[in-house]
């Protein structure tokens, strides 16, 4: 390719994809900096409408707890009370820290002894003495989040990503549990991990993130350089140093950035089907070495009452452990989860799980090894396929009760799936939910994945293109730099570019 090609589509697709290219360097800084930013707030009125809580979308209904002749709803922003007919709702909110990231409800429960808790990806709470969540301490490690809660008889157990917490009355003090490996355990995990934890910098902990951070930075400068280039203003000491800092700085940075829009674009479809369905072992020396063999892969538990054991769901799949010993046994007929995690797991009047994530909802009895659609009433698939499926589950209540038709005073008790999309129309939302505020850390993600721009295809299409893109303009600049090299020049009159 001759050296006038290079410069054109270097140029072309530079000066396209400036503002999208911006928008990502700048949210995954923030994406590396939860904990910092976990109390900033945007309003959904300034986002696209496809942001807007309509129908209990947007995983606002995660799931509900029955309280005598009250219902506690929970969700993605929030605590509320209503009844089993869901004839008002209101705020139960008091006492949680301000920041929608704050009030990302992972689940509620009611223990033997009457005491209601809840936790959120941050903490623990208890709600007592002036009708006030009250927070409670647990021996966390540094950066920790927190992902369900769960009790039977006098133990209680909440789950990190990475260990079990338990307790037993008064819950003042919390034992640090790690679980213990599974049969035939390997430390291996998914190449799409390692992939991910690569493009955050995260798989060389604090420092990898601050380095992947700088060259954010840098891709930063390359396009603010680049276009004030194409511009060609009239100042020939800003058109120079301009050119000059955008070619030492390309020269020098060309395998650092490469490589992390290499990893980003491997981050979404098609790509990332195959990092997820291929492992390997664990890198020494990284974050992904560890004793634990469950580091970051726990997601959600339940007690069993028809098994007497404790239901797990992990990264790896669905386990049976056992509490006393902290033994973890896999669970062969499990149903499939989406890669993004399991958002309902619930048992139904006769004794089948629920269990509800993106890649749709599946009756799974235990006892018979068998999984069903929900929906269709088909065998579940052995895999999970694609992040998304038909239905993307993001919640369930099994408490609330609901006329069987307009014309009839009829009421029915039956499940309410909530879609994350489409939400449901069997309940009412408030209109007041509609722009509840999304944290600045979910907007940056979805600011970082493309769905801010074109929806749900983002997924499949926009970061596979944009990756190409992003790739071919910086091997077209470096292909200038080698011309340049064999003694070509780049700096052209005005009217030669």
């Given at each position: 390719m001759n050296k006038r090609t290079w410069r054109k589509q270097h140029k072309w697709i530079g000066i396209?994809?400036?503002?999208?290219?911006?928008?990502?360097?700048?949210?995954?800084?923030?994406?590396?900096?939860?904990?910092?930013?976990?109390?900033?707030?945007?309003?959904?009125?300034?986002?696209?409408s496809n942001y807007k809580y309509e129908k209990w979308s947007g995983g606002l209904l995660r799931g509900t707890l029955a309280l005598d002749n009250k219902v506690l709803l929970y969700g993605n922003s929030g605590i509320w009370q209503t009844d089993s007919t869901a004839s008002f709702f209101a705020d139960l909110n008091k006492g949680l820290p301000e920041g929608a990231d704050n009030r990302q409800i992972r689940n509620i429960i009611k223990t033997d002894n009457g005491e209601i808790m809840t936790v959120s990806p941050f903490a623990l709470y208890n709600y007592g003495e002036h009708e006030t969540w009250h927070k409670m301490e647990l021996p966390l490690e540094d950066d920790e989040k927190l992902t369900d809660i769960a009790s039977h008889g006098d133990t209680l157990v909440v789950l990190s990503r990475s260990y079990a917490y338990i307790s037993v009355p008064p819950y003042k003090n919390f034992r640090r549990v790690q679980l213990g490996a599974p049969k035939n355990y390997k430390q291996r995990v998914t190449l799409f991990r390692t992939i991910w934890l690569l493009h955050s910098g995260e798989l060389f902990g604090s420092v990898g993130k601050v380095a992947v951070d700088f060259i954010a930075v840098i891709l930063v400068l390359l396009c603010i350089t680049g276009v004030v280039f194409a511009l060609r203003p009239k100042q020939k000491a800003l058109l120079r140093l301009s050119l000059k800092l955008h070619d030492k700085i390309g020269r020098y940075t060309i395998a650092v950035t490469l490589l992390i829009v290499l990893t980003g674009w491997c981050l979404r479809p098609p790509v990332m089907i195959a990092l997820v369905l291929n492992k390997i072992p664990a890198i020494p020396g990284t974050t992904l070495r560890s004793n634990n063999p469950w580091n970051d892969k726990l997601r959600m538990i339940r007690y069993d009452k028809d098994e007497h054991d404790w239901l797990v769901s992990t990264s790896e799949g669905f386990y049976s452990l056992k509490l006393n010993n902290g033994a973890m046994k896999k669970i062969e007929s499990a149903p499939p989860v989406s890669v993004m995690g399991l958002n309902v797991l619930q048992k139904d009047a006769n004794g089948k799980w629920y269990c509800g994530s993106?890649?749709?909802?599946?009756?799974w009895d235990r006892q018979k090894g068998t999984a069903i659609d929900y929906f269709t009433h088909k065998p579940a698939p052995k895999k999970a396929g694609a992040p998304f499926g038909k239905k993307a589950i993001a919640g369930?209540?099994?408490?609330?009760?609901?006329?069987?038709?307009?014309?009839?005073?009829?009421?029915n008790r039956s499940a309410i799936i909530a879609d994350y999309y489409d939400g449901t129309t069997i309940i009412a939302q408030p209109s007041s939910m509609n722009y509840l505020p999304m944290s600045l850390w979910n907007v940056a993600l979805e600011i970082h994945s493309g769905r801010f721009f074109i929806g749900n295809i983002a997924t499949?299409?926009?970061?596979?293109?944009?990756g190409i893109l992003a790739i071919w303009c910086l091997w077209s600049g470096?292909?200038?730099?080698?011309?340049?090299?064999?003694?070509?020049?780049?700096?052209?009159p005005r009217n030669r570019i």
């Open positions: 396209g994809m400036t503002f999208f290219l911006l928008m990502f360097c700048v949210s995954g800084i923030l994406l590396n900096h939860r904990s910092l930013i976990k109390d900033v707030d945007v309003s959904r009125k300034y986002l696209p993106f890649s749709g909802l599946f009756v369930m209540s099994q408490d609330f009760v609901h006329q069987s038709s307009e014309a009839s005073m009829t009421y499949y299409i926009f970061i596979f293109v944009m470096y292909n200038i730099r080698l011309a340049k090299k064999k003694g070509k020049a780049i700096f052209k």
